[in-house]
């Protein structure tokens, strides 16, 4: 999975268990890959960006 921050506008993406991933202002995080997933930050900063290329709200 990958997201969004509406802040700095960078998309990151973790690939496997354990591969933590931060934007660079600091502002989101991904962690957990394809085994889990799990995102912080404020969720109105982030939005989810599917394989197609288009993006949705984090619920």
């Known amino acids: 999975m990958k997201i ?6 960078d998309i990151i993406e973790s690939k496997h268990e354990h591969d933590f991933k931060k934007c660079s202002c600091g502002a989101c995080f991904i962690d957990g890959g394809d085994k889990y997933t799990r995102i912080g930050g404020n969720l109105d900063d982030i939005v989810i960006v599917k394989d197609d290329g288009t993006e949705e709200k984090v619920h």
């Open 4 to 9: 969004k921050c509406l802040k700095c506008n």
